[in-house]
Structure formats: structure tokens, C-alpha cells
């Protein structure tokens, strides 16, 4: 996730600036940039090995992360529940009014992992 957790305010204060400038649908379009130029050996990842590698994948880098996430895989779909949300304990434990958690903040965990994994998101 984020090697630096100082990222986390930096991203909220992105995508209230996007979606305020540009709508909610040109940021949704950023965040599938972002995966598609990113991210393309973790898509090669996640198509090689298969559901339980990305299952394993998520709930290992929200631990590194300080978070807890749960993974469960049917019918070959993987489902990432979180638990406890890194972003949201950093985001929470400053007085800033730019790290006041915009509505759709995680929605980009489901519209840039949606498109690494070549699931609609």
C-alpha cells in the first residue's frame, strides 16, 4: 500500500481536488490510469497466480501496513474485507481540515484493484 503514510493525506487532498475540478467520473478514470501504468507486473501477478495469491496479497500488505484486512475466495472471486483501515487511523489522528476522509476515499481501492485484477469495478 502506501511506503510512506504521510501519503494517505496526501491522496484524500487529490481526490477532493479532482472530483471538485473534474467530477467523480474523470477521477475514477485517473484512479484506472493509475492501475493500467502502475501496476501492470502486479496485474501479470495476480493473473498467474491466482485468487489465493491475491487473497494472501491483501492481507498481507494491510498488516505491513498496520491494518487488518480478511480475504475469502469462492467460486474463484476473491472478497477483501478490512477490519482496520491504516488510512483511516492516520487520516483520524490529525486536527486538519484537508484530512477530513472525502465520501468516496475507498473507493479507489475497488476501481484501481478492479482493474489490476481485469474485474469490473
Known amino acids: 500500500m502506501a ?3 504521510e501519503w494517505f493525506g496526501l491522496y484524500n487532498i487529490i481526490y477532493d481536488w479532482f472530483e471538485k475540478n473534474y467530477g467523480y467520473q474523470k477521477l ?3 484512479w484506472k490510469y493509475i ?3 502502475c501496476y501492470s507486473s502486479l496485474a501479470a501477478e495476480f493473473r ?3 485468487p489465493e495469491y491475491v487473497r494472501d496479497y491483501f ?4 498488516e505491513k501496513d498496520g491494518g487488518q484486512a480478511i480475504g475469502t475466495v469462492r467460486k474463484g472471486r476473491v ?10 487511523r492516520w487520516l483520524k489522528a ?8 472525502v465520501p468516496y476515499y475507498f473507493n479507489h481501492y475497488e476501481v484501481i484493484f478492479g482493474e489490476i ?3 469490473p469495478a
Open 3 to 5: 511506503a510512506i503514510k
Open 35 to 37: 492501475a493500467r501504468s
Open 94 to 101: 490529525f486536527d486538519n481540515p484537508a484530512f477530513k476522509i
Open 117 to 119: 485484477a481485469g474485474w
Open 79 to 88: 472478497t477483501v474485507e478490512v477490519l482496520e483501515s491504516p488510512d483511516v
Open 59 to 62: 492481507e498481507t500488505i494491510f
Open 48 to 50: 498467474d497466480k491466482g
Open 28 to 30: 475514477e478514470e485517473y
